[in-house]
């Protein structure tokens, strides 16, 4: 009977030992992921700014060829001038609207 409770301790205790190297592993490689998954976001909010520099850019660069006179970007050029002929329309209301 003894015998058979120091056999039943001894399995639990290589099944405890086991099962904390197996908690500890996995401790390990949840710290690594979430240190790898941080990296992660990082550099995809770096490429995220830089694509937001980059669309920033292109319109510049269509708009400037409006400007210069581009057949090819012309619609670009008289949405930009209705833009921005609306914004001083705005601006004119008001200022009527405040009694200056």
Partial sequence: ML????NNFSVVEKKVLEITKNYQKLNERFLDLSRE???LKEKYDEERKKNQVLAEEQKNIKLYSAISGNPDHNRLMKNHINRLIKEVDQCIAELQNSGL
Avoid: M, S
């Fill in 3 to 6: 015998k058979d409770l120091e």
């Fill in 37 to 39: 998954h941080e990296e």
